[in-house]
């Protein structure tokens, strides 16, 4: 059993390396932006294209495999996550971020088995990064292994999180009295590199503390959900409690204790579920 899931993993990292080499293509010509839910939802014919070209491949090797890709659901296909194997796709996580070539932009894929995370994958494809991890046997950038920072002092962190617009003006308001709340624990710093996946490597990696965020999708998180925690880190939900995927909704950070401590501060939004619909 383990090694076939292995063998999705080498498939997986190939495809990534393809999709990785069609968006640095991309970023050498003009980009087209279509805007998707709102002016500042935005999508391009690269995150279609890239997204075709890793569902195909994986399809063709895996047919009986169910897939949730981002662009996908945004053409209609079910967002609802199954016991079968599914790959859990983000063809361009950091899409704002391609199309300004801000130098944060992903590839990011998830596999789950009975609706665990087997493995995960993130391509930082401007820094030419590729996080992987597979459960129980580790994280790694560009092959080498990495960890957390291992901080448990809030005060002497760094944390991450994304701020975007909001028509409904009481999420806006309390997004930011979160962002608030945290920069007067006081913390070092907050900063928003502006890709999920990418964000959680940098606290894999020990460059950040903790991550959170609400109001992103599964695709987002989870490729870097498993690289989190094989580097030793922790996956929570929002509100301190167990992480799930479909929930939009998470808090990564180095030790249990940064998490409480973020969890103990923000004000939680409704944000509804990828799954709802199917639900
Ligand atoms: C976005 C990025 C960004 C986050 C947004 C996501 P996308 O993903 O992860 O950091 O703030 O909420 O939608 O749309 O570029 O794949």
């Known amino acids: 059993m383990s090694d076939k899931w292995q063998e999705c993993m080498d498939h997986c990292v190939e495809v990534t390396k393809q999709a990785g080499k069609m968006i640095h293509e991309a970023l050498q010509k003009d980009i087209a932006v279509m805007e998707k839910s709102s002016p500042v939802d ?12 890793i569902i195909s491949s994986i399809k063709e090797k895996y047919p009986t495999h169910s897939f949730i890709g981002e662009e996908s659901v ?19 996580d950091g899409t704002t971020n391609f199309v300004h070539r801000f130098p ?3 590839v990011s894929i998830g596999f789950t088995v009975m609706k665990e995370i087997e ?25 080498l292994p990495i960890k ?27 997004m930011l009295a979160n962002v608030r ?12 590199p502006g890709s999920a996946a990418i964000n959680m490597c940098l606290v894999a990696s020990g460059s950040a503390d903790a991550y959170y965020h609400m109001g992103i999708h599964c695709w987002d998180m989870a490729g870097g959900a498993a690289v989190v925690r ?22 990564v950070a180095s030790t249990r204790a940064i998490a409480d401590r973020i969890a103990e501060e923000i004000t939680e939004l409704d944000v509804g579920r990828d799954d709802a619909d199917g639900q």
């Open 42 to 53: 935005l999508v391009t014919e690269t995150d279609q294209k890239v997204e075709r070209l």
């Open 74 to 92: 945004a053409a209609g296909a079910p967002s609802v996550l199954t016991d079968d194997p599914t790959w859990i796709i983000d063809p361009i």
């Open 104 to 106: 944060f932009v992903s």
């Open 119 to 143: 493995f995960g994958i993130v391509y930082s494809c401007m820094e030419d990064k590729m996080y992987t991890a597979r459960k129980g046997k580790g994280a790694f950038c560009n092959g």
């Open 148 to 174: 957390v920072s291992g901080q448990k002092d809030i005060s002497q962190s760094l944390v991450l999180t994304e701020m975007g617009f909001k028509k409904d003006a009481e999420h806006f308001k309390t």
């Open 181 to 192: 709340r945290i920069l007067t624990i006081p913390v070092h710093g907050i900063r928003s």
């Open 230 to 251: 094989e580097a030793g880190g922790v996956v929570v939900d929002i509100s301190g409690g167990t992480f799930d995927l479909m929930s939009r909704r998470l808090i």
